[in-house]
């Protein structure tokens, strides 16, 4: 399985597909407002994003999820 790096000009989010500790980094130098969405919709968590947040998934459905700040998303999948 290779892992793969989802990014854009806001943030990257790494590994990409994950399973137990997903790391999100702002790639820019602005604070900004990170939610993240599962495949229904539904927004499951909102973070404040200075710098890089380790994320604890473990416990995540697998599934696809959807990370948004402002008008840049990513797509991440979660596999257990």
Do not use: C
């Amino acid at each position: 399985t290779n892992d793969f790096s989802t990014s854009n000009s806001s943030f990257s989010v790494q590994p990409n597909p994950a399973n137990d500790l997903l790391k999100i980094l702002n790639t820019s130098s602005e604070e900004k407002l990170l939610r993240i969405y599962n495949q229904t919709g539904q927004n499951i968590l909102k973070l404040e994003l200075n710098s890089t947040i380790l994320l604890d998934i473990s416990l995540w459905p697998s599934g696809i999820y959807f990370f948004q700040s402002g008008i840049h998303s990513n797509k991440v999948i979660v596999t257990h």
